[in-house]
């Protein structure tokens, strides 16, 4: 799966920006315009995923589940996107950690930033 951009929107008149993308600002109500997110933040927060998720729309691999981390990556924008942290592992996942985010099928994926998928 290749890697995308994230795309989320900006508000013009007070520059907040949010993901997922929303045609109106969450802070004032007024119009907000498309933008590229940066794509590069620190992990905020995370948890690890023990169970597997409802299915569908989830659907396991053929080795069946694994636990997997999940976390908020902070943005330098200000926004906080949630996703799927791969390339670590749970016990060397640490809040503060550089991550890049990109955009797939569902939720974001991160990874360390040193490291590219």
């Known amino acids: 799966m290749p890697a995308r951009a ?5 508000c013009p008149r ?9 045609p109106a600002c969450p ?15 620190t992990l905020w927060t995370w948890t690890v995923q023990r169970h597997a998720p409802k299915s569908p729309p989830y659907t396991a691999p053929d080795d069946g589940f694994r636990p997997f981390a999940v976390g908020y990556v902070e943005l330098p924008e200000g926004v906080r996107v949630l996703a799927v942290l791969d390339g670590v592992r749970p016990e060397d996942v640490r809040i503060g ?6 955009a797939g ?7 360390p930033a040193e490291v590219t998928v």
């Not at 994230?6 to 900006?10: A, E, F, P």
């Not at 007070?14 to 929303?22: K, N, R, T």
């Not at 119009?31 to 794509?39: C, D, K, Y």
């Not at 950690?97 to 990109?102: H, I, K, P, S």
């Open 27 to 41: 802070n004032c109500s007024g119009p907000a315009e498309p933008v590229v997110l940066s794509g590069e933040g």
């Open 105 to 111: 099928d569902g939720v974001p994926h991160a990874c």
């Open 14 to 22: 007070c520059e907040v920006a949010v993901y997922p993308p929303d």
């Open 97 to 102: 950690m550089r991550l890049t985010v990109t």
């Open 6 to 10: 994230l795309r989320g929107s900006r």
